[in-house]
Every structure is written in structure tokens, then in C-alpha cells.
């Protein structure tokens, strides 16, 4: 009988040859993603997005770029690109940030708040140059979306740049929404 080390790249190109995943055309993997994205509740996880294949990233970012597409896939791959950092995903973010933060109504808002997150989440606390103005935005959405993406970025002094705003806010549901950001700030700080 052979060595079992030996038999490793037998084992490996039959696994390989078995999962239809590896073999789906650039089209059909687009296919089945979009539909993932399009699902009717949350945004598939990267864990499952991945069993279609490993250029799922690849995917999220066209449909990114492809503004005029199917809408809900496009937010959801904003939301879900946050599970694959590298540099493209944080290029094509931060382009998507530049493009959407001037805008004052309709989806790009939403795009802009999905952007926001997903960037804060790979860039982390370096992410506060591009989030921190938009505390400022004259659409409360935004502002909200800056201040969760505050808070998911970690950055030492995102609880007190939300507490400044706080004071600012005049919207009811903007003041809740900055005082829940501000609890779960303080019961990750008394987890550590």
C-alpha cells in the first residue's frame, strides 16, 4: 500500500473534481450569488456565499460597480464585501463612498449607509477621516449610518465623537438611534 502523503494530491484533485463550485462558469456563479443576495430576509454570510465558489469577492465587487443593476444585490454586496478585505474591496468602497456621500435623497442613500460600515469595518480605526463628516450630513440616515459605522470601527474616540452629535441631533428617532449605539459602545467596553 502507498504512503498516505503520497496519495494527498490524488485525494485533493478528486475532491476538486467532485465540487460542481469549482467548475461553474463566471456566469453561473454570478447567477447563484445574485440570487443569494436577493434572498428575502438578510444578506447570505461570506461562509455561505463561499460554497459557490472562491471568487464570490470577485462577484460582490462587479455587482458593486454596476449601479444601475438589481438594487437589493447591490446593497447586500456593499453589506457582505465587509467579509472580504483587501485592497480592492477597499478601493472600490472608498468609491463608492466619494460617490455617494454628496447625494441628498433616494437609494444611493442607502448605498451610502451599506458603504460606510462594510469600510469601517475593513479599514477599522483608520477608517475616521471618511466616516467622521458625515456625523454631519444633512440626511439623518446617513448620520446614523456614520455613527454605527463609528462604533464598528473600533476608533478610541468614537464614543465621544457619538456623544457629540447626540447633543447636536434634534430627530427623536436620531437621538435613540445615537443613544443605542452609545449602549453598545459601553457594554463592549465593560466586556474587555
Do not use: C
Not at 22 to 42: F, G, I, M, N, Q
Not at 46 to 63: K, N, S, W
Not at 144 to 161: C, E, G, P, T, Y
Amino acid at each position: 500500500m502507498k504512503h498516505p502523503l503520497k496519495m494527498m494530491p490524488l485525494l485533493a484533485m478528486t475532491l476538486l473534481m467532485a465540487s460542481p463550485s469549482v467548475w461553474a462558469t463566471p456566469d453561473a456563479l454570478r447567477a447563484k450569488v445574485e440570487r443569494a443576495l436577493s434572498a428575502r430576509h438578510r444578506p447570505p454570510t461570506a461562509r455561505q456565499l463561499l460554497q459557490y465558489g472562491l471568487d464570490v469577492d470577485v462577484v460582490l465587487r462587479e455587482i458593486v460597480e454596476e449601479p444601475r443593476g438589481n438594487r437589493l444585490a447591490r446593497n447586500r454586496a456593499l453589506t457582505t464585501l465587509r467579509h472580504f478585505p483587501g485592497m480592492e474591496t477597499r478601493a472600490l468602497l472608498e468609491h463608492v463612498l466619494d460617490e455617494t456621500s454628496r447625494e441628498k435623497r433616494g437609494l444611493a442613500m442607502l448605498d451610502l449607509g451599506q458603504a460606510l460600515r462594510s469600510y469601517a469595518m475593513i479599514v477599522g480605526p483608520k477608517s475616521l477621516a471618511r466616516v467622521q463628516p458625515l456625523l454631519k450630513h444633512q440626511v439623518l440616515e446617513v448620520r446614523l449610518a456614520a455613527a454605527s459605522a463609528l462604533r464598528l470601527s473600533k476608533h478610541r474616540d468614537a464614543q465621544a465623537l457619538i456623544r457629540s452629535r447626540l447633543t447636536l441631533e434634534t430627530s427623536t428617532t436620531g437621538r435613540a438611534e445615537l443613544k443605542k449605539q452609545l449602549v453598545i459602545l459601553d457594554r463592549a467596553a465593560k466586556t474587555k
